[in-house]
C-alpha cells in the first residue's frame, strides 16, 4: 500500500480535474440563461445609470491657526498658561465644522430651506442660485419654519405668468410675477428672479417644483453630509468635503461654512478676552478678604480636630490600633476554640474522657472538664472487676451526667461573654480606623490652605497687570484660520460608479442563474449522471447506457430495429461478454445473468426483457426468468396471464417439471420466458431450496443465456440469498429517479460480495443527440433523433 502523501496527490489530481471538469459542463450546458441573465442585468444597469441623479464631491481645505487663548499665567514664577493652545485640537475644530449651530446659521444665510428642482422627462434636476428664474419669499411666523410643505410645482405660462399645481391636493392656482401664494396656512411671494442667467423668452412651458423643508431637519442631514478631517496626522490642515447634486450649491455651502467657522473663531475669542477681564475684577474684589482668612483657616481647623502634630498624632493612634487589633484575633480564637469543645460535648453520648488543653481560658470549664475525666478513669478502674450493672458504676454514671450538664452551663455562659469581648473590642477597633482613615485628608487639608496663601499673595500682584492686557485682548479680530484651497468640485461624479455598476450587472446576471441552478442541484438527490456513477464506484465496471424509452406503448427490439435505444442494448450485450467471470472454466461457457436494482421502478424488468431479446437475435438460445416473485412484472410485457405457471409453481411443487413452466419462442425468436407464476407467502424460502439450484443447472445445460428478473436488493434480500448463482449481477440505475444515496448500498454490496459480478446499467439516460446520447456525437444511427434538434441548440448534441 502507497502511504506516500505526495504520490497520492498526484494520483488523485486527475480525478479533482475530472470532478472540476463535470462540475463546469454541468453548469455550461446552461450557458444560454446565463446569456439572457447578463444581457437583462447590464440592460437594467444601463438604464439606471442613464436616468440616475449624479452626485459630486466639492471639498476644501483650511488651516487652522496657532492661538494662545485664555488667562496666561507665565508672568509668576514656575507658572504656565491655564488654557494652552499652542497645539491645535484638530478633532475638536472638526466637530465644530460639523456642528449644528453652524449648519443652521449656513441654511439661513444663504436661503436653503427652499429647494428647487426643473423637471425633464423622467428625472428632476436640483437648480440653485442664478439657475432659478423665480424666487419664493415666505411669509412665516416663528413656528412656521419648523414646518414642510408639499411639492409644489410650477409651469410658466408666459414671461411673467405661471400656474401652481399640488398634485396629492389636488391645488392649482394661476399668479403673476409678485403676486401672493396662499396654500394652506402658508403665505408666499412668487417673483422673477433678475439675477436669473438663462434667457427668460425661454421660460414659456417650462416647468419647475419647490419645496420647503424643516428646518430642523434640514439642519441634521446638513450636518451629517458635511465631512471632515485632518489631513496628516501632524498637520493643522483639515480637509473639508460634501457631496451633492448641484455642483454650484456645494461650493457655496463650504464657501459660507469656512466663513462662519472663522467667524465663530474670532468671535470665540474675543468672549474669552471679556471673560478673562471680568474675572480678574471679581477676583481682585475678594483676593484681600481672602488674604486675611487663610491664616485663621489654620488655626481654626486645628482646633477643630484636636491636631498639635499630625505626625505623633498618626503613631499614638496606630499603636491602639493594633493592640485592639490583637485583643479581637484573640477573642476570635476563644470563641472559635469553645464552640468545637461544646460540639464535642453534645455529639459524645458515650461516656469517655473529654479533651483536655484546649487552651480555653475559664477556670470553671476547666475545672469541671478535670473532675469529669477523673471521674471517667475511677469508674473505668471499677468496671475492671465488676459489670455496667453495679450500683457504684450506675451512681458513677448519674455524676458523670450532672458534671457534664454543668461543663456545657458554663462552655454557653463562657461563649456569650467571648462574643459580647469581641463586640465591645470590634467597636474601639472601628473607631481607631476611622481616625486614623481621617489623618491624611486632615494632612492634605492643611497643606492645601498653606498653599493657597502662598498662591493667593504671588496672584494679587500678577492680577493687577493681566487686567490692563486683557482690556487689549476683546479689541483684536485676527482669523482663527487660513483657507489653503476654496470650494472645488471635482468634474467626475462619486455617484452613481458607472464601473461598478456595470460590473454588479454583470456580477449579478451570473449569480442569478448560478444560484438557482446551484439550488437545482443541491437539492436534486436524484442520479442524472453516468460519471457520477463512474467517479463513486470505481471498482464496479458501467456495461451499459441506456437511453430514456419514449414510445407510449412497450415494443420488443427488432432484429433490424436501428434506434438508439436498440443500439445501446446490443453495446450492453457487447460488454457483458467481455466481462472475466472468476468461477468459469473453459468447459463451462454458459452465463447466468441476474438483473436486479435498488428498489421498483428503475426498469429492471424492462432491460432484462430487451436485453434477452438483443440476445436471442443472435441465434443464442436465450431464457428469460421472472424471479421477483413477490412483484412479477414480465407478463404485462408481452400480453400473458399472470396466473400462468411459473417459476414458484416449480419449486413449491415436485410434480411440475421445467418444461412445464417454460413458454417457447416468444416472437418467433431463440428466446424463451419462464414466468414468476404465483405469488407464494415465503418467497425467500421456496428460493433458497434445493430445487432452484436444480433449475439452474438443467437451464444452464439447455441455453447459451439464463437472464433472470429478480427482486430489488434494497426492499428484499432474495436476490442476495440467490446471488451464487449468477455469473454475471447486471445492477439497474435509472436517470432522475434512483437516489444518490443508494451509491453506498451499491458498494457495500460490492465490496461484502453479496452480488457476484456487478456491473452498472443506467437506465432512462435523456437523449441529447443522435445515438449516442451521452457523449454528443453520432455515427448515421437515429437520422430522426438528428433531424429533430435545431442546429443553434448545438449545446445540447
Known amino acids: 500500500m502507497n502511504n506516500n502523501p505526495s504520490t497520492q496527490y498526484h494520483q488523485n489530481e486527475p480525478e479533482r480535474e475530472e470532478d472540476i471538469k463535470a462540475v463546469i459542463l454541468q453548469y455550461l450546458r446552461y450557458w444560454p440563461w446565463f446569456v439572457i441573465c447578463v444581457i437583462i442585468s447590464l440592460g437594467v444597469s444601463f438604464i439606471f445609470l442613464k436616468y440616475a441623479t449624479n452626485i459630486y464631491t466639492t471639498s476644501s481645505k483650511i488651516k487652522v491657526l496657532k492661538e494662545q487663548e485664555g488667562l496666561d499665567l507665565s508672568g509668576l514664577q514656575g507658572s504656565s498658561p491655564l488654557i494652552d493652545m499652542s497645539k491645535v485640537n484638530l478633532e475638536n475644530e472638526i466637530q465644530i465644522l460639523k456642528s449644528r449651530r453652524l449648519s443652521k446659521k449656513i441654511i439661513q444665510t444663504l436661503n436653503l430651506e427652499t429647494q428647487y428642482y426643473k423637471l425633464g422627462t423622467l428625472k428632476a434636476s436640483e437648480i440653485w442660485g442664478n439657475q432659478i428664474p423665480f424666487t419664493v419669499n415666505w411669509n412665516i411666523d416663528d413656528s412656521a419654519q419648523y414646518r414642510s410643505t408639499p411639492l409644489l410645482n410650477l409651469k410658466f405660462s408666459s414671461q411673467n405668468s405661471f400656474k401652481i399645481t399640488e398634485e396629492e391636493s389636488g391645488f392649482s392656482a394661476k399668479l403673476n ?43 441634521t442631514s446638513l450636518s451629517n453630509k458635511i465631512k471632515a478631517e485632518a489631513v496628516e496626522a501632524r498637520a493643522d490642515i483639515i480637509n473639508i468635503s460634501l457631496n451633492g447634486e448641484n455642483q454650484t450649491k456645494n461650493e457655496a455651502i463650504l464657501d459660507e461654512l469656512m466663513r462662519q467657522f472663522n467667524q465663530d473663531g474670532i468671535d470665540d475669542n474675543r468672549v474669552v478676552a471679556k471673560r478673562t477681564g471680568e474675572f480678574i475684577k471679581e477676583r481682585l474684589k475678594y483676593l484681600v478678604e481672602e488674604l486675611d482668612t487663610v491664616e485663621t483657616a489654620i488655626v481654626d481647623f486645628k482646633s477643630n480636630n484636636e491636631l498639635v502634630d499630625i505626625e505623633a498624632s498618626t503613631e499614638a493612634l496606630f499603636g491602639k490600633y493594633s493592640e485592639t487589633e490583637m485583643r479581637v484575633f484573640e477573642v476570635e480564637t476563644q470563641l472559635e476554640i469553645t464552640k468545637n469543645f461544646r460540639n464535642i460535648l453534645v455529639k459524645n453520648t458515650e461516656i469517655d474522657l473529654l479533651p483536655a488543653n484546649l487552651g480555653i481560658e475559664n477556670a470553671n470549664v476547666n475545672a469541671l472538664t478535670g473532675a469529669y475525666n477523673q471521674l471517667v478513669n475511677e469508674r473505668n478502674n471499677i468496671l475492671v ?369 453479496k452480488l457476484k459480478n456487478i456491473g452498472i446499467v443506467m437506465n432512462g439516460l435523456v437523449e441529447k443527440g443522435a445515438y449516442t446520447y451521452n457523449y454528443g456525437y453520432g455515427y448515421g444511427y437515429n437520422e430522426q433523433a438528428e433531424k429533430s434538434s435545431p442546429k443553434w441548440k448545438f449545446w445540447q448534441k
Open 385 to 753: 472487676s465488676a459489670t455496667p450493672q453495679n450500683p457504684t458504676i450506675i451512681a458513677i454514671n448519674d455524676r458523670l451526667e450532672a458534671i457534664k450538664r454543668n461543663i456545657i452551663n458554663s462552655v454557653d455562659n463562657y461563649i456569650n461573654n467571648l462574643e459580647t469581648s469581641l463586640q465591645n473590642t470590634a467597636r474601639r477597633e472601628s473607631s481607631f480606623n476611622s481616625r486614623l482613615e481621617k489623618l491624611p485628608g486632615q494632612s492634605k487639608e492643611i497643606r492645601s490652605i498653606e498653599r493657597e496663601r502662598l498662591i493667593k499673595e504671588k496672584l494679587f500682584l500678577f492680577l493687577l497687570q493681566k487686567r490692563e492686557e486683557a482690556a487689549l485682548t476683546y479689541a483684536i479680530t485676527a482669523p482663527v484660520i487660513k483657507v489653503v484651497d476654496y470650494a472645488y468640485t471635482n468634474p467626475m461624479p462619486v455617484s452613481p460608479k458607472r464601473k461598478i455598476i456595470f460590473l454588479g450587472g454583470l456580477i449579478i446576471g451570473l449569480i442569478i442563474p448560478f444560484g438557482v441552478l446551484y439550488l437545482k442541484f443541491l437539492f436534486n438527490t436524484k442520479l442524472n449522471s453516468i460519471d457520477v456513477l463512474k467517479s463513486n464506484l470505481k471498482d464496479i465496471p458501467v456495461l451499459g447506457e441506456i437511453p430514456e424509452n419514449e414510445a407510449k406503448e412497450f415494443k420488443l427490439i427488432t432484429p433490424n430495429d436501428r434506434s438508439a435505444l436498440a443500439e445501446s442494448f446490443r453495446i450492453l450485450r457487447t460488454n457483458i461478454n467481455f466481462i472475466k467471470v472468476s468461477d468459469q472454466t473453459q468447459e463451462k461457457k454458459q452465463q447466468v445473468i441476474y438483473v436486479t436494482s435498488s428498489t421498483k421502478g428503475e426498469g429492471k424488468t424492462f432491460v432484462a426483457l430487451n436485453l434477452a431479446t438483443v440476445m436471442s437475435s443472435k441465434s443464442k438460445k436465450v431464457l428469460l426468468v421472472g424471479c421477483d416473485l413477490r412483484n412479477p412484472q414480465i407478463h404485462s410485457y408481452i400480453d400473458l396471464n399472470k396466473n400462468t405457471k411459473g417459476l414458484s409453481n416449480y419449486l413449491y411443487n415436485p410434480n411440475i417439471n421445467f418444461e412445464d413452466i417454460r413458454i417457447s419462442n416468444i416472437n418467433g425468436s431463440h428466446l424463451d420466458i419462464i414466468l414468476s407464476g404465483d405469488i407464494p407467502p415465503n418467497p425467500s424460502e421456496i428460493l433458497t431450496s434445493n430445487r432452484f439450484e436444480t433449475f439452474i443447472e438443467e437451464a444452464r445445460s439447455k441455453y447459451d443465456y439464463v437472464i433472470i428478473d429478480t427482486a430489488p436488493t434494497v426492499l428484499v434480500t432474495d436476490t442476495i440469498m440467490i446471488s451464487q448463482y449468477a455469473d454475471v449481477t447486471l445492477y439497474l440505475t435509472r436517470a432522475g429517479y434512483t437516489d444518490i444515496r443508494l451509491i453506498e448500498h451499491i458498494k457495500d454490496l460490492n465490496k461484502h460480495h
Open 177 to 219: 410675477a409678485g403676486d401672493t401664494l396662499q396654500f394652506e396656512n402658508t403665505k408666499a411671494i412668487i417673483d422673477i428672479n433678475p439675477y436669473y442667467k438663462g434667457i427668460y423668452t425661454e421660460l414659456t412651458g417650462a416647468t419647475f417644483s419647490f419645496k420647503k423643508y424643516n428646518l430642523e431637519s434640514l439642519t
